[in-house]
């Protein structure tokens, strides 16, 4: 089967039954979306599907027809998205990072609030689906936040 993955299309022979997280992880040997739980628990495994955070331990491979984007293909674009998680406390162990990241990513896009205020609970809603052991999460809320208000700084000055 052919999966779209990364902007590049992947030509993978896979078992019937075989999860998008292990087409992406053995059969890609892309090891950026985790496995954690393996039933839609933590979302240590998120990735996107045209643009669609998914968990990939519950979706079928052979379902899948859009273009999936793990944390790997998160490129220039979340540079910053990247840089505030490193500076604000977004991650300690790193094991939820990537699925933190790639949520987030599809967050940004979608486009928060100006206001803090108004920002923070629906960043708490939407990442409420990431599990993390390790920071607290007000560090991840942080860093999204920060990334949402340098942007909006940026387009402003332009
Ligand atoms: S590993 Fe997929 S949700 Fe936990
Ligand atoms: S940083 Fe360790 S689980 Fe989130």
Known sequence: M?????????????????????????????????????????GACTVLVDGVPVMACLTLAVRVRGEVTTVEGLTEEFRDLREAFADLGGFQCGFCTSGQLVRAAALLRAGLPATRTEAEPLIRYEMSGNICRCTGYNGIIDAIWATSEKRRTAREAA
């Open 2 to 42: 052919i999966l779209r993955v990364n902007g590049a299309p992947q030509d993978l022979d896979l078992p019937v039954g075989a999860t998008l997280l292990s087409a992406l992880r053995s059969g890609l040997g892309l090891k950026g979306a985790k496995e954690a739980c393996g039933r839609g628990e933590c």
